[in-house]
């Protein structure tokens, strides 16, 4: 059996461009093992925070980047979660700035929980359960620079979506040879959306494997599991646009991958398709299918996960 490869916490990078450096190969189907930081929530305080003192742009470490092994710009390239084991601390910041006026507090505030082996111990009679999840997965853009804080772009970013857990798979547009993938913000869990402005950030280990579809030129990031797909909508200035770019993905997949009829399409989309919000950095945008719903609906679904 080929052994893993490990990516470890350093060098951090916080950004992703064409000429980002690959800290490794990659080979598809090679199990690839991330070691995912926490140092800047580790000094973080709520006095730097209020003072102006933090760049939030530097908070969400990421791992990487990795060259996967004959991957070429109009592929794309699938991660699949095999597991994820997050860190003995959960860090709990909240930034008054955005969100003071929805929780009532004057001052930013960080605490931190720990993290027992499925649960996180708020206090003596408060446990809740881990949920961990990926928070922001990319592959490198052909121009400009993608930041793992915000906006997210077609290659992804810091979606925080809740179903990149383990088990799921995201598919990413290739757009520079090698892909030069990076993942990091890791979360023990979080509510949708991100409505505290935050979810419990954490250090961790990532395990999984990388896939390329060739010549699939993806608009925007795809995550399959068994249950659910769904299309991710990603614009830097519209939240029309970014639904424009989920429902057409998806629909093109109903009809090109599923082989409906635009009549058929049309009317699975309005009867089973899910719009929803994605992650708080940027405009984005989800669509949702409940898979054993379509294909009780007489609906072939096709994966790109094998």
């Not at 742009?57 to 060259?67: A, D, H, Y």
């Not at 429902?247 to 089973?272: G, H």
Request: glycine share 10%.
């Amino acid at each position: 059996m080929a052994t893993a490869v490990h990516i470890p916490p350093e060098p951090t990078i916080h950004s992703l461009h064409a000429d980002s450096q690959p800290i490794a190969m990659v080979p598809a189907g090679r199990t690839v093992v991330f070691s995912v930081g926490d140092d800047m929530y580790r000094n973080l305080s709520s006095d730097d925070i209020d003072a102006g003192r933090v760049d939030f742009r530097k908070v969400n470490r990421l791992c990487g980047p990795v060259w996967i092994d004959q991957a070429q710009p109009g592929d794309a390239i699938g991660f699949t979660v095999d597991s994820i084991e997050p860190g003995p601390i959960a860090h709990v910041p909240f930034v008054a700035r955005w969100r003071s006026q929805f929780f009532g507090l004057s001052s930013s505030t960080v605490d931190r929980l720990p993290v027992d082996r499925n649960a996180v111990r708020v206090s003596e009679r408060i446990s809740i359960d881990i949920q961990p999840m990926i928070g922001c997965i990319a592959t490198a853009p052909a121009s400009g620079t993608l930041s793992s804080l915000a906006p997210t772009g077609p290659t992804g970013g810091n979606l925080d979506l809740l179903s990149l857990q383990a088990g799921a798979t995201i598919w990413l547009p290739v757009e520079v040879p090698g892909a030069l993938v990076a993942l990091g913000d890791l979360h023990a869990s979080m509510g949708a959306g991100e409505p505290f402005g935050a979810g419990l950030e954490c250090s961790g280990i990532v395990t999984g494997r990388f896939a390329i579809a060739p010549n699939l030129k993806l608009p925007g990031p795809r995550i399959e599991s068994a249950s659910v797909i769904q299309f991710v909508g990603c614009h830097r200035d519209s939240d029309q646009q970014s639904q424009r770019i989920a429902i057409q993905s998806a629909m093109a997949w109903l009809t090109d991958a599923c082989a409906l009829t635009d009549f058929e399409a049309r009317a699975i989309f309005a009867a089973a398709a899910d719009l929803s919000l994605g992650g708080p950095a940027g405009h984005n945008h989800l669509v949702s299918f409940d898979l054993e719903r379509l294909e009780r609906a007489g609906v072939k679904t096709v994966r790109l996960t094998a």
